[in-house]
């Protein structure tokens, strides 16, 4: 148990950095560069909610569930760094946010599908040594504006506490929707194609 969550805290660092290197660049240089987190986490086999939700077996769903809380954790070690930096990343984060909330639970959860999916058919492709598909799903799903949970993690960790004071039910609802969006998303091809599960 120690070491899977292990494991997933370092897979929240890896995408707190990515994060924080959008919230730096907010744009297309800044969604390519995020690509560095996922290609970490899959470099050293790391445990991230949406690199482990399509492959998890009945049973693990309590192992998924300690993944999550761990890459949350690992975004909060990041986010706290991030609050020391001279950029204007809280206010860059708190945009992302309102975006987010305004799209509300129900659309959010459904782009969010999107986003799963993408994300385990990269790394499908990566556990074959294929990473250019890691390298263009992560630019697309953060330009098509699919939620990822964790990179949402850090940017929710990363605005102003002020406002988190005054839309922290909205945010943990629109957060629980995407987590499970991510979830469905991840699980889209088992359902769709059961022998290449």
């Known amino acids: 148990m120690f070491q899977i969550f292990r494991s997933s805290f370092l897979a929240g660092v890896c995408i707190g950095i990515a994060g ?23 470099h050293y086999g790391l445990k991230l909610y949406t690199g482990t939700a ?3 077996r009945r049973g693990e769903v309590g192992q998924l569930f300690l993944i999550l809380v ?3 954790l690992g975004c909060l070690a990041v986010a706290l760094i991030a609050r020391c930096s001279p950029m204007p ?12 909330l305004a799209t509300g639970p129900l659309r959010g959860g459904v782009l969010a599908i999107g986003c799963g999916f993408i994300m385990t058919t990269a790394v499908n492709f990566a ?6 598909p890691l390298l263009f799903g992560v630019p697309l799903f953060i330009m098509c504006g ?3 949970c964790i990179a949402d993690a850090f940017y929710y960790l990363c605005v ?38």
């Open 89 to 100: 990343l809280q206010e860059t984060a708190q945009t992302v946010l309102e975006g987010r």
């Open 70 to 72: 761990g890459n949350i």
């Open 20 to 42: 924080f290197g959008y919230l730096a660049e907010k744009s297309i240089v800044g969604a390519v560069l995020f690509a560095f987190g996922l290609l970490t986490v899959v």
């Open 54 to 56: 399509g492959f998890i």
């Open 127 to 132: 556990r074959q040594g294929k990473n250019l």
């Open 160 to 197: 102003p506490l002020d406002f988190w004071a005054c839309y922290w039910p909205s945010i943990l609802l629109f957060y629980v929707s995407i987590v499970f969006g991510n979830f469905i998303g991840c699980n889209l091809y088992r359902a769709v194609l059961p022998d290449k599960a």
């Open 146 to 148: 699919f939620p990822h």
